[in-house]
């Protein structure tokens, strides 16, 4: 069993910055992919990013060029740089952990981007 724990949500004015963080309880030896997904208000969760063992990203088109996700594999993390932030992007992030057959998620962390 895996925890994952979010931090460096907040509230944040259009074009500002946030940095999420997330890190697993326990050292994670096999191939997997951290990501980090959203769910707004009224809406399905949607993938933002995520990044594989041996360094593969993706992104969502809707945060391309804007969001850099990040791991440190010494300290089981994962990081999301949110820059040019946009009041559509407020929602919940919640980080993910897929190893195998097996998923992990954490327990959210609210970013709310308004003037």
């Known amino acids: ?7 460096g949500g907040g509230l944040v004015q259009p074009g500002g910055s946030l940095r999420l963080s997330c890190a697993a ?5 096999s191939i997997n992919t951290l990501g ?3 769910q707004a208000p ?9 990044v594989t063992t041996l360094g593969d990203i993706n992104y969502a088109d809707s945060v ?7 791991r440190d ?14 009041p559509e992007d407020t929602a919940v992030y919640y980080c993910n952990l897929k190893i195998v057959a097996s998923e992990y998620w954490g327990q959210g962390t609210l970013v709310t981007v308004s003037s």
Do not use: D, P
């Not at 069993?1 to 931090?7: G, H, T």
């Open 25 to 29: 309880s326990r050292s994670i030896f």
């Open 42 to 50: 009224g809406k399905v969760r949607e993938l933002v990013a995520t």
């Open 36 to 38: 980090w997904y959203r």
């Open 73 to 86: 594999n010494a300290k089981n993390s994962v990081h999301l740089q949110m820059n040019s932030l946009k």
């Open 1 to 7: 069993q895996v925890q994952l724990v979010e931090s």
């Open 64 to 70: 391309k060029g804007r969001f850099t996700i990040s």
